[in-house]
């Protein structure tokens, strides 16, 4: 458990923190809440809200395919996704480690029918395409029939080669497999390696990309993909509970943070970079970020000094998740004048020990 946790549960919360826990804690600016003021709203699960056509047509272009759909969040996105590829009693290829292996309470098994079939990644998150290729089922009725292969990008916060996603994917339509992206992080692998997002998602049949992250919207995902596909989606979202009404309120600050917030991914990329520098210089701790990383910097503390570390830092109103290689993200809630601040106290600490 976080100090942060330990210290709501005794009602003491902090104002103002400088909150590393995730770039899905970003609140949205105050030109972003003004973008709602002349809304077109409707009701969108009669598809009449034009603030979400708009938003769903500009995100379909920036990725280069025919439609879109507008979802409360990627966890449904991804989970729609997978369902409209896939049938009961077939199976999803997912990487072991990835976000819709492990952290979507394997809603396609569970809601779906569908079976997943984990592959071993790197620590970085790559798949060898013989490794994929190996776990592709032969036609027999003992066997699931797999439909579908699930990758990501960005992994952990890095960047994963595009060479390599593409060979995957190209492995896989030949062998009559459709194949998803969990783009969550999408527009950070943009920034970092200079893509455009139309070359980072060739490859793919369908796309989530997450706007309340990294871009700073307070909610909301869109699934990219071909009209077929969106035209299931459609379906299966109002099946899950995702149909909304007038939703254009949330739509436009969708569309605020896709016209004004993907260059400036790149001040989280020089801060992650930065943080990782500065706390490099400490022996006590093992800083994890290589040159293919974004926001994320990854922090393994010595287990005597976790809970004490944790509780430093949160008297000095700073919120981590943990120090057993902890995540700490970087987000457009924090400036490089909190890096540095952040970086005195885990000196402090270590020069007081």
């Known amino acids: 458990m976080s100090q942060y946790k330990k210290n709501i549960i005794n ?23 003004a973008s709602i003021d002349n809304t077109k709203l409707g009701d969108d699960v009669y598809q009449e809200d034009i603030e979400v056509i708009e938003l769903q047509e ?46 979507e309470a394997r809603g396609v098994s569970v809601l779906g029918g569908v079976g997943i079939c984990p592959i071993d990644t790197s620590a970085s998150g790559s798949m060898k395409v013989s ?13 699931a029939v797999t439909k579908l292969l699930c990758l990501e990008n960005t992994f952990s916060g890095k960047v994963q080669p595009q060479q390599e996603l593409d060979a995957l994917a190209k492995a896989a339509h030949s062998k009559g497999l459709k194949v998803h992206l969990d783009g969550a992080r999408l527009f950070n692998a943009h920034i970092h390696s200079g893509l455009t997002l139309k070359a980072l998602t060739e490859s793919f049949d369908s796309i989530s990309i997450c706007l309340s992250k990294g871009l700073g919207a307070p909610i909301g995902s ?24 007038q939703v254009g309120v949330i739509a436009a600050y969708g569309m605020y943070a896709l016209k ?3 260059k400036r991914l790149q ?14 210089s400490l022996s006590e701790l093992t800083i994890d970020y290589g040159e293919n990383q974004t926001n994320m910097v990854f922090v393994d503390c010595p287990k005597q000094h976790r809970e004490s570390l944790g509780k430093h830092l949160f008297d000095r109103n700073i919120i981590i998740s943990n120090l057993d290689r902890g995540r700490l993200v970087c987000h457009l809630g924090i400036s490089k004048k909190d890096i540095l601040v952040v970086i005195g106290a885990f000196k402090d600490y270590f020069k007081n020990i």
Do not use: W
């Open 11 to 33: 009602q003491e919360k902090l104002e103002s923190p400088i909150d590393f826990r995730s770039d899905t804690v970003t609140l949205p600016s105050n030109e972003m809440l």
């Open 58 to 103: 500009y995100a379909a272009n920036l990725l280069g395919k025919e439609a879109s759909l507008f979802f409360p969040s990627g966890t449904q996105s991804n989970l729609t996704a997978m369902l409209a590829h896939c049938q009961r009693g077939d199976e999803v290829l997912i990487g072991r480690h990835y976000h819709t292996n492990v952290y």
């Open 131 to 143: 490794d994929m290729l190996s776990q592709i089922k032969d036609n027999d009725p003992h066997y």
């Open 222 to 245: 869109l699934l990219v993909s071909d009209q077929a596909t969106i035209n299931r989606a459609l379906r299966l979202r109002k099946m899950l509970g995702g149909g909304m009404r």
């Open 260 to 262: 004004n917030n993907v």
């Open 267 to 280: 001040e989280d990329h020089d801060n992650a970079k930065y943080l990782a520098s500065g706390l490099s």
